[in-house]
């Protein structure tokens, strides 16, 4: 018994050396607070509401996945962003040559700066994209494809800035 309990000490030990890692997999760095700037519309393609719905979703994120508080502003880790790119493009042509899917693309360009490790803070794009038929309306499947997009832009930036991996 002794001995399992000199072998948790030392493990935890070794393990508190190797910097401020959490059993989530994530480096916080040591930050307590986190803050997201509302992601800038920088084409005329995106509307108002994928701006807010992006990030709203990169917040709940963050609240829900890591041990950080949320602030307004100035948080010791920082995120700000701009919808850079958002396009409909055709993805997949039919043997008569006419579209039968196309997909939409979001860019995000984004800021992360961490005031506790400068060194981790970048400037980056991440695009993703989500295809759909081509013989729907964009409108219609509009907020299906968001979801799908938000999702994957959410979790490439939370991996980037926080993951460990």
């Known amino acids: 018994m002794r ?9 935890s030990l070794a393990w508190s050396g190797c910097g401020v890692y959490s059993f989530t997999g994530i480096d916080t760095s040591g930050a307590e607070s986190v803050s997201v700037e509302f992601f800038r519309m920088q084409t005329p393609m995106a509307s108002q509401d994928f701006a807010t719905q992006i990030t709203e979703k990169l917040k709940d994120q963050l609240q829900q996945q890591s041990p950080l508080s949320l602030v ?5 880790l ?3 962003g701009a919808i850079i790119d958002y396009r409909v493009n055709t993805a997949a042509v ?3 040559e006419t579209a039968s899917y ?5 860019t995000i360009k984004l800021s992360y700066t961490n005031s506790i490790e400068k060194d ?7 695009t993703e994209y989500a295809d759909f038929d081509s013989s729907l309306d964009l409108l219609s499947v509009e907020q299906v494809l968001w979801d799908e997009i938000m999702e994957k832009l959410v979790q490439s930036i939370y991996n980037d800035s926080l993951g460990n991996w």
């Open 3 to 11: 001995l399992l309990l000199v072998i948790f000490i030392a493990t």
């Open 72 to 76: 307004d502003q100035k948080g010791d």
């Open 78 to 80: 920082n995120y700000a």
């Open 94 to 96: 039919q043997s008569n």
């Open 102 to 106: 196309n997909r939409l693309s979001v």
């Open 120 to 126: 981790k803070s970048f400037d980056k794009s991440f």
